[in-house]
């Protein structure tokens, strides 16, 4: 199946930090990105969907200009928590979608656990 | 928005079959999907079922869907320890649309 990888899977940083975490689609192109972020003990949250080429679009109650998200390729994106504190501290994972549709399957990252101190 | 239920926990011994259950709101869902999470991993597709099916089966899977309850079911036959992991639902339109993810129901498979 198709491979998404993220990068760093586990980093720790200081509190006002910022950190970035990559997303990229291995061996297919990917228009679309979405970035969740999961709790212990809780299900996916959508954060924002990455579109290649143009501004992310943020859900409700996501701060985009804490979230930075930028989708520079077909097969790159990178989510940016700038000036991190604890409450950030969470699992984030990314999704990427075939450009070609096909059934619709989302291929997702090992995810990237973030511990601010 | 769509909202997802599933139970939290379940527990079967190896060799049963396992029954993990969904209900959605959102009738408008094209496919519907089940993921899995092994502990500290990303997700992956198990498998889907578009919404013109009732049943759909793949080796020890088999997904049944009643469109009209929009109540989702998986079911895993001769469970293994290795199918021990957490269990997602996930109701959405095609790739470039939100998928909405349950809470996702912990599997655990005694030996």
């Known amino acids: ?44 949250m959508l954060m ?51 450009v070609a549709g096909g059934t619709g399957e989302l291929f997702f990252g090992e995810g990237s656990r973030l511990t601010v101190l | 928005g769509e909202d997802v239920e599933q139970s939290l926990f379940l527990s079967v011994r190896e060799g049963d079959s396992s029954v993990i259950n969904c209900t959605y709101t959102d009738s408008s869902s094209t496919y519907l999907y089940w993921y899995k999470q092994e502990p500290g991993a990303g997700l992956q597709l198990l ?9 759909k089966q793949d080796q020890r899977l088999t997904v049944l869907l009643n469109k009209k309850d929009k109540h989702l079911s998986l079911r895993i036959a001769d469970t293994q320890t290795g199918d021990s992991a957490i269990y997602f639902c996930a109701p959405g339109g095609g790739g470039y649309q939100k998928v909405t993810f349950g809470i996702g129901t912990k599997l655990q498979v005694i030996p």
């Open chain 1, 1 to 44: 199946g198709a491979v998404v990888s993220q990068h760093p899977s586990w980093v720790i940083c200081k509190s006002g930090t910022s950190v970035k975490i990559e997303c990229r689609s291995l061996d297919f192109q990917a228009t679309t990105m979405f970035w969740y972020r999961q709790f212990p003990k809780q299900s996916l």
């Open chain 1, 48 to 98: 924002a969907t990455s579109n290649e080429g143009s501004k992310a679009t943020y859900e409700q109650g996501v701060e985009k200009d804490k979230f930075l998200i930028n989708h520079a390729s077909l097969t790159l994106s990178t989510l940016t928590v700038t000036s991190a504190h604890p409450e950030d501290s969470s699992f984030y994972i990314c999704s990427a979608s075939r």
């Open chain 2, 47 to 55: 498998t889907y079922i578009f919404s013109n099916m009732d049943m």
